[in-house]
C-alpha cells in the first residue's frame, strides 16, 4: 500500500471462524471517502493460507468469538479501550470547549457531540442474512458506525479554531488501541 492510500485508508480486519471457515471484513476507520466504510468481504477455507495472507497480513484485527490458529495479523484492536479513548477525547475537547466557552461570555453553542456507540451494541437490523457472515457484518458494520461517529464529531473539533489546537488542524482517524 502507498503511503499516499494510507493516509486516507486505515483499515481494520474483523474475522469470524464459522466452521473450517474464516469470514474476513475490510473497514475503513480512517477518513470517510463518501464510500462505504465497508470496503471487502470474503469467506476463505482455512486450508487457504496464501489468501488469509493477503486479506489479513500486516493489518489490525478484531476476531468476532473464536480465534483461528495461524491467521496473521498486525495487531487485535482492543474495542472496549478504543471506545475509552475515543470517549476520553470527546469529554476533553468538550471541556476545552466549556473553558473558551466561559472566556467568551458564555456566548457559543455547544456543539451536538455524536454519541459514540460501542460496536457490540450498534445496530442489528439483519434479516435474511447468511449465518456464515451474520456475526462479522454485525461487528463491521458496529466498527463502522463508530468511525462514522468518530469522523462526525472530528469534523466539528476542527470547525473550530480554538478547538482544532487539541489534535491538530486535520481531521485524525479513530484512535485504535492494539494490543
Given at each position: 500500500?502507498?503511503?499516499?492510500?494510507?493516509?486516507?485508508?486505515?483499515?481494520?480486519?474483523?474475522?469470524?471462524?464459522?466452521?473450517?471457515?474464516?469470514?474476513?471484513?475490510?473497514v475503513n476507520v480512517g477518513?470517510?471517502?463518501?464510500?462505504?466504510?465497508?470496503?471487502?468481504?470474503?469467506?476463505?477455507?482455512?486450508?487457504?493460507?496464501?489468501?488469509?495472507?493477503?486479506l489479513t497480513g500486516g493489518y489490525d484485527a478484531v476476531w468476532c468469538d473464536?480465534?483461528?490458529?495461524?491467521?496473521?495479523?498486525?495487531?487485535?484492536?482492543?474495542?472496549?479501550?478504543?471506545?475509552?479513548a475515543a470517549r476520553a477525547e470527546v469529554d476533553a475537547v468538550d471541556e476545552l470547549f466549556t473553558e473558551y466557552q466561559e472566556t467568551q461570555g458564555n456566548k457559543l453553542i455547544r456543539p451536538e457531540w455524536p454519541e459514540l456507540v460501542h460496536p457490540v451494541h450498534a445496530r442489528q437490523f439483519l434479516y435474511g442474512m447468511d449465518e456464515t457472515v451474520r456475526?462479522?457484518?454485525?461487528?463491521?458494520?458496529g466498527i463502522a458506525d463508530l468511525a462514522d461517529s468518530w469522523a462526525d464529531f472530528e469534523s466539528l473539533r476542527v470547525a473550530?479554531?480554538?478547538?482544532?489546537?487539541?489534535g491538530g488542524p486535520a481531521a485524525r482517524p479513530l484512535p485504535l488501541v492494539v494490543r
Open positions: 500500500m502507498t503511503s499516499a492510500t494510507q493516509t486516507v485508508l486505515s483499515l481494520v480486519v474483523v474475522l469470524d471462524k464459522v466452521g473450517d471457515r474464516l469470514v474476513v471484513w475490510h477518513r470517510a471517502m463518501g464510500l462505504s466504510r465497508l470496503s471487502g468481504a470474503w469467506v476463505v477455507g482455512e486450508d487457504e493460507g496464501a489468501a488469509i495472507a493477503t473464536e480465534v483461528a490458529d495461524g491467521v496473521a495479523t498486525g495487531g487485535v484492536v482492543d474495542l472496549d479501550a478504543t471506545v475509552a456475526e462479522a457484518l454485525i461487528l463491521a458494520r473550530r479554531a480554538f478547538l482544532a489546537e487539541h
